[in-house]
């Protein structure tokens, strides 16, 4: 179990610290129907990247051959470390300039019109469809997938994903529900600070996951 924890860890990680939904979850919070959207934006998170994580598994533990590392997975990984190279340098060459404000997506300034059901069917998305959180959820249920983990392993390995990559929700989630009256002041802070620095953040991530799995991927290949 611990090689599959250890495969996946820099992926969920990696999810962490998605900004997208974790201001999206900050910003809802702070509408008329802040508790409820929270709530279903947070619920439809999880339940997403559970989703994700849980077919790719099974899908990649069905096609494993019984080595410790099959060859598709080696060039799969090969493949996700070139793209997370990629989307490491646009990240950084898409960061706002200095002195220059990124005006925010238009589904953000209609986020105090959202209703439950829509709030979760974003993050859902946000999971799904954002290019970097799904390679980042692909790729680290591929590693739990190949690795030499029993049955059992793999799934508390699955578990651990899902729970550290929902940390972005789950957190801003626990401080307005279990902060007081320092909860506004708080997710005003960890919003400003991760607009400030998610480019150079998420650059660094990616580039660093990128170099790993080609790494790996070369190494494992020419072995």
């Known amino acids: 179990m611990g090689d599959a924890v250890g495969q996946m860890l820099a992926?969920?990680?990696g999810i962490a610290i998605s900004p997208m939904p974790l201001v999206a979850v900050i910003l809802m919070l702070a509408t008329p129907k802040g508790r409820s959207n929270g709530l279903a934006f947070t619920a439809g998170w999880v339940v997403a990247l559970t989703a994700l994580v849980t077919v790719v598994v099974l899908v990649g533990s069905g096609l494993d051959t019984g080595t410790a590392?099959?060859?598709?997975?080696?060039?799969?990984?090969?493949?996700?470390?070139?793209?997370f190279v990629l989307l490491g340098l646009k990240q950084w060459r898409g960061r706002p300039r200095a002195g220059r404000v990124q005006p925010p997506p238009k589904w953000?300034?209609?986020?105090?019109?959202?209703?439950?059901?829509?709030?979760?069917?974003?993050?859902?998305?946000?999971?799904?469809?954002?290019?970097?959180?799904?390679?980042?959820?692909?790729?680290?249920?591929?590693?739990?997938?190949?690795?030499d983990a029993s049955g059992g392993g793999k799934s508390v390995a699955a578990a651990l994903m899902v729970l550290i990559g929902s940390l972005c929700t789950l957190l801003p989630l626990s401080?307005?529900?279990?902060?007081?009256d320092r909860s506004v002041r708080v997710l005003g802070e960890w919003k400003a600070w991760m607009a400030t620095h998610n480019a150079a953040i998420m650059m660094v991530v990616l580039v660093v996951l990128g170099a790993k799995y080609i790494g790996d991927a070369v190494s494992g290949l020419t072995s």
């Open 11 to 13: 992926s969920a990680v």
């Open 69 to 83: 590392e099959p060859t598709w997975a080696w060039w799969l990984k090969l493949a996700f470390g070139a793209l």
């Open 108 to 147: 953000m300034q209609a986020l105090d019109r959202f209703t439950p059901a829509r709030a979760a069917g974003l993050a859902a998305a946000l999971v799904a469809v954002n290019p970097k959180n799904l390679v980042l959820a692909v790729g680290g249920a591929v590693s739990i997938a190949t690795s």
């Open 175 to 180: 401080v307005y529900l279990f902060g007081g």
